[in-house]
């Protein structure tokens, strides 16, 4: 089934919005959502982060709530170093990504849903975000979808002109088959993150963003072990307690 991203759900309590200079209901309740707290249903379950989001309810919802949602398409939602991330591919697939600055984590291509805090704004010629004046690279306008939404809605320019229509198999259930839903999900603070130097819609090769890779460069002495997790180097160890020369 095509769903148009403008136009009303269901008549049965979906998203509704059909206002070309209004912000669609999931639209707005995507970028306000909280996501990554504990889900209140399931709030006895282990890993129950709320890192999905329905866009036939217009709410986050978690792992274990899946199975609710099963007729509805959903879209996964990611995080770098406390920030929500959507990868490219997939969020392009319901609203034009152009201008916004992607990043690249871990090969794959992501957009930050919100603006981000700053410690200091862009002064001078610099190419900045045009709502956020945060530093961009050529030829990008904005650091977040929210920050294209939100300067397309304060111009009074129609958001239709962005929303697409799109296929909801490409959002169906079957995509979180092998989701883990343990801490691999969430982009640690030391994983790499640069942003993209061109805009591309580079399809990642696993179906997470972040992605642990084992240290492969460990050079291999004669003397090095190799334990799960834990390298042991005895090419230094001393044999026996050290003797001082005798004084002459």
């Known amino acids: 089934m095509v769903r148009d991203m403008m136009g009303t759900y269901s008549s049965s309590g979906g998203c509704g919005g059909g206002d070309m200079n209004e ?6 309740r995507l970028m306000a959502e909280t996501f ?16 999905v989001f329905c866009l036939h309810c217009c709410l986050s919802i978690c792992p274990h709530c899946l199975s609710s949602h ?9 995080r770098y170093v406390y920030h929500d991330v959507i990868r490219l591919d997939d969020l392009e ?11 690249t984590i871990n090969s794959a291509k992501v957009i930050f849903l919100n603006q981000r805090p700053q410690s200091r704004t862009c002064k001078g010629p610099a190419n900045a975000c045009f ?6 690279q050529e030829p990008f306008h904005f650091c977040s979808l929210s920050c294209k939404v939100d300067y397309m809605v304060y111009a009074g320019q129609s958001l239709g002109s962005i929303l697409h229509r799109f296929d909801e198999s490409d959002f169906a259930i079957s995509q979180f088959e092998g989701l883990r839903v343990d801490s691999s999900e969430v ?10 130097s061109s805009y591309s819609n580079t399809e990642a090769t696993s179906n997470s963003v972040i992605s642990s890779q084992p240290n492969n460069n460990v050079k ?12 042991l180097s005895l090419g230094s160890r001393r044999k026996g307690a050290p003797h001082r020369a005798p004084l002459s």
């Open 220 to 231: 291999k002495g004669k003397s090095t072990r190799f334990l799960p997790g834990i390298v």
């Open 70 to 78: 099963r007729s509805h398409p959903l879209l996964q939602v990611r």
């Open 131 to 136: 709502t956020c004046d945060r530093i961009l």
């Open 93 to 103: 697939k319901l609203i034009d990504c152009s201008n916004i600055q992607p990043y």
């Open 187 to 196: 982009i640690d603070e030391d994983t790499q993150i640069a942003p993209s």
């Open 23 to 28: 912000k669609p209901a999931w639209l707005e």
């Open 36 to 51: 990554f707290g504990g889900c209140g249903v399931h709030e006895d379950r282990r890993k129950n982060e709320k890192n």
